[in-house]
C-alpha cells in the first residue's frame, strides 16, 4: 500500500529501543495458525466476486510482539 508503515514502525521502535517487527515478516505463520490457505482466499475472493475486501489483520487473533 506504500502508505509509510515500515518507516513509522522502525522510527518508533528505534524510539522506544525496541526491535522492530513487520507484519510482512510474520503473516505467514498467522495465516497457518488461524487456517487461513490460498485456497481459502481463493473461496473468499468467488464468494465475494471480488467487490468486498475483508483485510486479512481482522481475520487475526492478537498476538504479542514477545511471541516472534
Known sequence: MCAGKTTVGEKV?????????SRDEVRFSYYREIGFSKETQQNIR????FKTCTPIGSRLKHMPLKEY
Open 13 to 21: 521502535a528505534e524510539k522506544l529501543n525496541i526491535p522492530q517487527c
Open 46 to 49: 468467488e464468494e465475494q466476486d
